[in-house]
């Protein structure tokens, strides 16, 4: 934006040369002082202005922040959730070892709706994750492949949440197995590692 701005101040210096000019070829009589009309002016500086533009790297004027394009959405989406959502998925990891030994209470904290439990992380901060990765600031949320594994992983974790709940083994391993597979889909699309990296490691 400082190159927009130093050139803007260029345009206007030129502009007013322009005018300075065009009033002295309308009054050519030496005796006559040039007048630095107001018409003069404007069109000198629109002038001045599209030359100028002309030389602004692309880059510099179509800049449209955080969610303009993939090269600058998906690092600071990054930088802002992937620890979070590492955690969370760390979380998730233990509590389906814990499942499968038949515990339910490590799946229960992991389901708790308060500030910081692993569901809440994902549901908000994995879906802000995803909707980082659309390629085109004018792509709604629902065209996002992202966002749609997201969905999909919502929906079967709160089907994995009613089984804890309900506390019936063999449905919590038939939902805890459909949520492996979505959460995965999931990670792969937001490139993290799938369940079993290291960094899930607690």
Not at 55 to 63: E, G, H, Q
Not at 83 to 89: C, D, W
Not at 131 to 136: G, L, P
Not at 151 to 166: F, I, N, Q
Request: aromatic fraction near 6%; charged fraction near 20%; include cysteine.
């Amino acid at each position: 934006m400082k190159s927009v701005a130093r050139l803007l101040v260029i345009a206007t210096l030129q502009a007013v040369v322009l005018a300075w000019d065009v009033s002295r070829i309308r009054s050519p009589s030496t005796n006559h002082k040039p007048a630095l009309g107001r018409r003069a002016v404007i069109t000198g500086f629109g002038c001045s202005l599209a030359l100028q533009l002309g030389t602004v790297p692309k880059a510099v004027l179509a800049s449209g922040g955080a969610t303009s394009g993939k090269t600058t959405s998906i690092p600071r989406a990054k930088l802002r959730y992937y620890s979070r959502i590492t955690t969370a998925v760390s979380r998730f990891q233990l509590m389906s070892s814990e499942i499968a030994n038949g515990e339910t209470q490590g799946a229960k904290a992991f389901f708790a709706e308060v500030e910081g439990s692993p569901f809440p992380e994902i549901k908000t901060a994995g879906f802000l994750l995803a909707v980082a990765f659309k390629i085109d600031s004018k792509i709604p949320p629902d065209k996002i492949q992202q966002v749609r594994d997201h969905r999909v992983l919502m929906k079967d974790l709160e089907k994995l949440k009613a089984a804890v709940s309900g506390g019936k083994k063999a449905e919590m391993a038939s939902a805890l197995e459909n949520s492996k597979i979505s959460l995965n889909v999931w990670l792969k699309g937001v490139e993290l590692p799938v369940l079993g990296d290291l960094r899930y490691d607690t």
